[in-house]
């Protein structure tokens, strides 16, 4: 597995890259069997440390954890309780589907737009009804089931995931209701 440990404005010690390889590397080989890469950054907020973790695992899922406290080693060590705690549930859910992939998710090429914000509420209609785009990115589209995208969504502690349905090859979005369950949007059913 390759590592990528960095810090924002902050220089990280060989005590601390050794500390995370070994300790992230003992909870990546417990519980995910072809872990690609992992990247740890830590940064500086106020006066807490934070640290942020992501593991692409050879199955195309992406598990991630943040995690703050005053002590550097005490929030990498929370962070890494935390991506235990995905990997733990991901292997669970997929002994509880007996099935594991074969294949890597495929993924799709997409552009990502970033639009600025109104923040004049009381102002006046604009001249034009197009957004000022503030940044544009590539990003990737995975080709799941239904039931891989839900755990990816929740593995990446995002609220909501485009994601092309593996049946049908459609665009597909799941996403967290305000209730706490899991909506799904597919398109493709309507006729």
Same mark, same amino acid.
């Given at each position: 597995? +390759?590592?990528?440990? %960095?810090?924002?404005? &902050?220089?990280?010690?060989?005590?601390?890259?050794?500390? $995370?390889?070994? =300790?992230?590397?003992?909870?990546?080989?417990?519980?995910?069997?072809?872990?690609?890469?992992?990247?740890? $950054?830590?940064? @500086?907020?106020?006066?807490?440390?934070?640290?942020?973790?992501? &593991?692409?695992? %050879?199955?195309?899922?992406?598990?991630?954890?943040?995690?703050? !406290?005053? =002590? &550097?080693?005490?929030?990498?060590?929370?962070?890494? =309780?935390?991506?235990?705690?995905?990997? +733990?549930?991901?292997? @669970?859910?997929?002994? !509880?589907?007996?099935?594991?992939? *074969?294949?890597?998710?495929?993924? #799709? !090429?997409? %552009? #990502?737009?970033?639009?600025?914000?109104?923040?004049?509420?009381?102002?006046? =209609?604009?001249?034009?009804?197009?957004?000022?785009? $503030?940044?544009?990115?590539?990003?990737? &589209?995975? #080709?799941?089931?239904?039931?891989?995208? $839900?755990?990816?969504? /929740?593995?990446?502690?995002?609220?909501?995931? *485009?994601?092309?349905?593996?049946?049908?090859?459609?665009?597909?979005?799941?996403? @967290?209701? /305000?209730?706490?369950?899991?909506?799904?949007? !597919?398109?493709?059913?309507? #006729?």
């Amino acid at each position: 597995m +390759r590592y990528q440990i %960095s810090g924002k404005q &902050i220089d990280i010690g060989d005590a601390l890259q050794v500390h $995370v390889q070994t =300790e992230l590397g003992t909870v990546v080989e417990k519980y995910a069997e072809r872990p690609t890469d992992a990247n740890v $950054v830590f940064s @500086r907020n106020a006066h807490e440390f934070v640290c942020e973790a992501i &593991i692409h695992l %050879s199955t195309g899922l992406t598990a991630q954890a943040r995690a703050h !406290d005053p =002590e &550097i080693y005490a929030a990498f060590d929370m962070a890494c =309780e935390k991506m235990e705690k995905q990997l +733990r549930r991901y292997k @669970r859910r997929l002994k !509880d589907h007996h099935k594991e992939r *074969v294949q890597p998710v495929e993924l #799709s !090429d997409a %552009s #990502s737009y970033i639009l600025a914000a109104n923040g004049d509420t009381d102002a006046q =209609e604009p001249d034009s009804l197009q957004p000022i785009i $503030v940044a544009e990115m590539e990003t990737k &589209i995975p #080709s799941l089931s239904v039931g891989e995208a $839900v755990m990816q969504m /929740e593995l990446a502690g995002a609220p909501v995931l *485009v994601f092309r349905h593996e049946g049908h090859a459609g665009v597909n979005v799941v996403y @967290r209701r /305000e209730d706490g369950n899991i909506g799904w949007i !597919d398109p493709s059913v309507i #006729s």
